[in-house]
């Protein structure tokens, strides 16, 4: 009698026999091509250097920028639009700078300091990014009215516009800013530390990179870029074309040292950004060796990128005759040089132009 339990269980044994069909557990292999790409490791020397670097930045960087606050801040006239610019692109740099102290804790430490901070520091990075380039936009769009169409910017309330313009830009920054709020403080893949980084929803992690990256690519490099060239351009040309036009309107020499100065500092990063999301948007085939380069690359150029918030007061010094004369006043007025340390001559020689009041 058969067992009612087994009675109409099948053999699939032989059915597998009957289809030739066998498992075979020896031959599976793993495709290299199909796994994720490794992290490239940064030795400990080059951290700690890179971090040393964030500190120096930050030191030359706050007293740098609140000097050129001061010296802008203290004319007695109405300032001109563009050193209205300048010194908001300055207030700017300082924000960058309060950062870096932070990064540099981070590249050594891991992050410590938590996850609202890491939001904020974020923030206040991208807001920094954002408004310099935009206010560098300003200053050539404001140089092109100037000296390009002059009876045009006579006519227009230039004061009260860059006001506005000010809020404005400082408003878009803050929008633009605003991703930084993906931004969270999590163990790294390995575990070994804390990071702050972006942290998006794995569903629709690819849709907010890219979001946000043409974000960042159009409204913080490719369209002020694409506005800042023909204005300096046909300003140039305009004032090669006068006798003695460039060197009248000396502030064109600053601003021109300062944008090419923005320019050099973040062209790379944002260069290196680009070919990082071609990769994640898969529009670009990649391998792990072009991944990991790619990803030292931007680890470099970042560091570039911020050295730029300590570059201008550099520049004004240096290219600056006017802002030099400046200074020098302001240090006599308080005691720290002596009133005749400087010469008569640079006395005399601060009048104001129509292109800056410092500069």
Not at 17 to 44: A, V
Not at 149 to 157: H, K, L, P, Q, S
Not at 319 to 328: A, D, P, S, T
Request: aromatic share 12%; hydrophobic share 50%; net charge positive.
């Amino acid at each position: 009698m058969n067992d009612p339990n087994t009675s109409n269980m099948l053999d699939f044994g032989a059915i597998y026999d009957d289809l030739n069909f066998t498992y075979n557990y020896s031959e599976f292999f793993i495709n290299p091509d199909t796994q994720p790409c490794t992290s490239f490791p940064i030795p400990d020397a080059v951290t700690a250097v890179v971090s040393a670097f964030y500190i120096l930045i930050f030191v030359l960087a706050i007293p740098g920028n609140l000097v050129v606050g001061l010296v802008i801040g203290c004319s007695k006239q109405a300032l001109p639009p563009s050193d209205l610019y300048l010194f908001h692109l300055a207030v700017a740099d300082i924000l960058l700078a309060i950062t870096l102290p932070f990064w540099a804790v981070s590249l050594t430490q891991g992050w410590m300091f938590g996850d609202a901070l890491c939001k904020i520091v974020t923030i206040l990075q991208e807001l920094s990014f954002y408004s310099s380039i935009l206010f560098l936009t300003c200053i050539s769009m404001d140089r092109y009215m100037v000296i390009v169409r002059a009876m045009e910017a006579r006519r227009a309330n230039r004061q009260f516009i860059s006001w506005v313009v000010c809020a404005a830009v400082w408003s878009v920054g803050a929008l633009l800013s605003l991703p930084g709020l993906f931004s969270s403080a999590y163990s790294s893949i390995n575990g070994s530390h804390i990071v702050c980084s972006e942290l998006y929803d794995a569903s629709s992690a690819d849709e907010w990179r890219l979001a946000t990256r043409i974000l960042r690519h159009t409204l913080g490099f490719v369209i002020p870029l694409a506005i800042m060239l023909p204005c300096y351009g046909v300003t140039i040309k305009r004032l090669l074309h006068i006798r003695g036009g460039f060197q009248r309107q000396r502030a064109m020499r600053v601003i021109v040292f300062v944008v090419v100065a923005f320019l050099l500092c973040w062209t790379p990063y944002h260069l290196a950004v680009i070919v990082d999301t071609f990769f994640r948007t898969k529009i670009v085939p990649y391998q792990c060796p072009a991944r990991m380069a790619v990803d030292q690359a931007m680890f470099a150029t970042q560091s570039l990128g911020l050295l730029h918030s300590c570059v201008n007061p550099v520049l004004y010094a240096f290219v600056g005759e006017k802002f030099r004369k400046k200074l020098f006043q302001i240090m006599r007025k308080t005691g720290i040089l002596d009133r005749t340390s400087v010469s008569r001559s640079s006395r005399s020689s601060l009048s104001s132009e129509i292109t800056s009041t410092f500069m």
